[in-house]
Structures are given as structure tokens and as C-alpha cells.
Nanobody, 124 residues
Framework: QVQLVESGGGRVQAGGSLRLSCTAS????????VGWFRQAPGKERDFVGA????????YYADSVKGRFTASRDTAKNQVYLQMNKLKPEDTAVYYC?????????????????WGQGTQVIVAS
């Protein structure tokens, strides 16, 4: 059974940085992508970015391009989201998810496995 565990959330001042980690276990194939999503209070969950496990190709939402960077460590089965120049509007619960197939898209329906989320608060 695939399990995903996020860590690294916290509270930071605007302009600061955080690095989220997503540790995976239980996956027996490598052809998938890991996506990051976020959900602010009272809002729908939105796509943030994604990275393919094979090749490391990345894809980001316009709202975070140039500020957030996804990476992975295949030896540790971990994916990271480096978040720089954080803004108060980045405050949300951040989730990592794995796709069922290899497509690294922005649609939640492509993702079949989800972590429990980690809270990020950016203070102004």
C-alpha cells in the first residue's frame, strides 16, 4: 500500500523560505509523478507543482513559478518542495500526491495517493 507523509511545514514571515518533504513507501513501479497541492481555509484545493519520478521533469502553477522548486531524491524516496519568497497568500495546508500513471498534470483526478498534509502559515 502506498503511503505518503509530508513534513516541513510551519510558520514563516513573508519573504522567507520553507522546504517541504514528502516521503513515500509502498510503490512498486517508477512511472509516476508526485504533485504538490494546497488548500487555503474556505477554498478549494489547488495544484502547486509536480515532478516526474523518472527524469525529474517539473511543472508549476503560474502563481508559484520562479518561487517554488520541486526536486526528488530517488535513493531516499523523497520529493521536496522548496518555497522561497513566501507570501501570505501561500498560507495553506500543503499535500503531496502520487499519480496513478506517469502523467504529471494539474488535475486532482490523475492522483490516486495522498498524504495527510502539512500546514504552512506565512505571516505578513
Amino acid at each position: 500500500q502506498v503511503q505518503l507523509v509530508e513534513s516541513g511545514g510551519g510558520r514563516v514571515q513573508a519573504g522567507g523560505s520553507l522546504r517541504l518533504s514528502c516521503t513515500a513507501s509502498g510503490r512498486t513501479v517508477d512511472d509516476y509523478a508526485v504533485g504538490w497541492f494546497r488548500q487555503a481555509p474556505g477554498k478549494e484545493r489547488d495544484f502547486v507543482g509536480a515532478i516526474t519520478w523518472i527524469g525529474g521533469g517539473t511543472y508549476y502553477a503560474d502563481s508559484v513559478k520562479g518561487r517554488f522548486t520541486a526536486s526528488r531524491d530517488t535513493a531516499k524516496n523523497q520529493v521536496y518542495l522548496q518555497m522561497n519568497k513566501l507570501k501570505p497568500e501561500d498560507t495553506a495546508v500543503y499535500y503531496c500526491a502520487q499519480t496513478i500513471g506517469g502523467h504529471a498534470g494539474s488535475d486532482e483526478s490523475d492522483y490516486g495517493y495522498w498524504g495527510q498534509g502539512t500546514q504552512v502559515i506565512v505571516a505578513s
